[in-house]
């Protein structure tokens, strides 16, 4: 016959493996040492099997203790969402979202304004916006949502398409002046050029539906899209980036398309997320929301959005390196599906993740 086992002692169980020590368990649950001892002795002798190898200096789990550990862990913090969304279904949206964007224009001009919107809504939700576009971790709860741009395909992640930005090709009328114009775009390989991540370049022809790879070796290569349009500007090389990127520059005749029938193709821009068949309210109201208001402003007007959050934005500045920086809490802050994939931006399980095209 099984014994009962005290719900307590899994708990202080699952304390002590994650503080690391008796000591550190104690001070967690605000008892003594040997209180958290006494805890785990019960728990091993109503379960009949040793959890924990303990020594005076060390400590690790058994097997037993492996599988114990991960089982209840999952349990437990499904216990946790259970209480938090029946306490958030009887009362106004609260807690904290964290989101992950790549800066520049995309988090600037399209997901912090989106934010700014949903804030003010839900004055109770404090929102964590990392703008970087270093991998992250939504297994491990690092945030809750990444707005991606580029094809996705398929892992433990859903991606929902917000939209498709067209992508062009162009150069300041100096740079064309200088060296002019390719007529094909095999003819980049002879030209200077301005190249993000993507060493290789794809085009369609409009006219004819024939399809042009380049390798492209980039005389200035940079993640960071401003400083693209900025070069490009100066009549540094011929550059590729979003259309949105440079409407204004466009307009104003200081960068002029390259060519006339040769299109890339779009790249989209997708809302990603874990799989969860019980997220908090407060997430289920943020993923709706994108969906369904998601907008370019062009440029964003600082004045009007919420001093709260544009002091974080400011605060963080151009955060590359998110992983060695810490993130900043700021108070406050078409649909179709596909499924992310396995490469190097976003992790999903060990080995998983989904790649920015």
Not at 179 to 195: A, D, F, S, V
Not at 214 to 234: E, F, P, Q, W
Request: hydrophobic share 35%.
């Amino acid at each position: 016959m099984r014994k009962e086992v005290n719900y307590a002692d899994i708990n202080s169980f699952l304390v002590l493996v994650e503080e690391g020590s008796f000591t550190n368990a104690a001070e967690k649950l605000q008892c003594s040492r040997s209180q958290v001892s006494k805890q785990l002795s019960q728990l091993e002798a109503n379960l009949g099997v040793s959890l924990l190898v303990r020594t005076t200096r060390t400590q690790h789990l058994t097997p037993s203790g492996q599988v114990f550990y991960a089982q209840c862990k999952r349990a437990f913090v499904g216990i946790d969402k259970a209480i938090d969304n029946t306490i958030e279904a009887t009362s106004r949206l609260s807690g904290e979202i964290k989101i992950n964007c790549v800066g520049g224009f995309i988090g600037e001009n399209i997901v912090g304004p989106l934010v700014a919107d949903f804030m003010q809504q839900h004055p109770e939700v404090t929102v964590n916006l990392d703008f970087s576009s270093r991998r992250v971790d939504l297994i491990a709860g690092e945030f809750d949502f990444v707005f991606r741009m580029g094809e996705l395909t398929d892992s433990a992640l859903i991606a929902r398409k917000l939209m498709d930005l067209t992508i062009g090709t162009y150069a300041s009328p100096e740079y064309i002046e200088l060296y002019g114009k390719p007529e094909h775009p095999k003819n980049l390989i002879t030209h200077k050029c301005i190249t993000g991540s993507m060493k290789t370049w794809t085009f369609t022809n409009t006219q004819a539906l024939e399809t042009q790879e380049v390798n492209i070796k980039g005389d200035l290569t940079c993640k960071n899209g401003r400083v693209m349009l900025y070069s490009a500007i100066r009549g540094n090389g011929i550059v590729r980036i979003p259309e949105i990127y440079c409407t204004t520059e466009i307009k104003e005749g200081k960068l002029l398309p390259v060519f006339d029938h040769w299109q890339p193709r779009p790249s989209p821009l997708y809302l990603v997320y874990l799989q969860d068949k019980h997220p908090p309210s407060r997430v289920t109201a943020f993923k709706e929301f994108a969906l369904n208001n998601l907008h370019i402003t062009q440029p964003a007007d600082q004045r009007k959005m919420p001093a709260r959050l544009l002091a974080g934005i400011c605060a963080q500045g151009n955060i590359c390196d998110g992983a060695r920086r810490s993130n900043k809490s700021l108070k406050g802050v078409t649909q179709s599906q596909t499924k992310a994939t396995t490469s190097d931006w976003i992790s999903a399980t060990t080995g998983a993740s989904a790649r920015m095209a």
